[in-house]
């Protein structure tokens, strides 16, 4: 027998116990329900990309801000295989990635089929959360750090699997529910409850807020109001990461 056999014969089995489960067990992920850095403004957008994100990403860009987005490998859409009609002609879903990462915005995760998590198995959790990683470092080489749960729920399972994968919870503390309806007031005064608490120039308060770019209302109108009542009030506008002041939003 070559000694390779050899070695391969005692190690084998050792290989073989230990793949069963993860070799290392991480801490629970954390859960980030608004943003620390005082006077940041994080803008972010679930759900997509879908029809509308395209030309809300320019728009960001024309503003010259910094969001991020918590998107999806198949929800509207499959973003492998299908594209969409932009401002700038037909372009791929994975472009539209490229677009974000380029622009500077941080791309998180959303789960690959909008899934939500709790119940799950952890195979499913972890399929759901690897194979949109995957999506994502084949198209612009970094993989998410930062996710957000479906629907916002998760329990103790859900945060021991996350961390187990290297992943951050962000949640919001500002909701319009912009996929409710098309009351632009309604949710540009959810806004406003928030922005008229604050009284200090420049803020000492930071705020996450949650919009979706698939909604119609969102990029055209909603936003371009949020930006300029946000701007009105002195905040910065930041990245999930740069508003925690984590300076690795990917893994
Ligand atoms: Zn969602």
New binding site residues.
Partial sequence: MHINSLVLAFVAPLIALTSAAPLMRRAPATIHTKCTVPGTFALSF??GPYNQTWDLIKTLNEENIKATFFINGNNFDNIETESVTTSDGVRSYLDHLRFMHTSGHQIAS?TYE?AVLTGLSEEEVTRQMNALSDIIYNTVSVRPRYMRP??GAYDDTVLNILGNLGYEVAIWDIDPKDYEDYDLQRKEDVFSSYLDQETATPPTSAHMSLM?DVHPQTGPYLLPWVVRQVRAKGYRFATVAECLNDPRPYQ
């Fill in positions: 679930d759900d959303h909008h479906p629907t979706h």
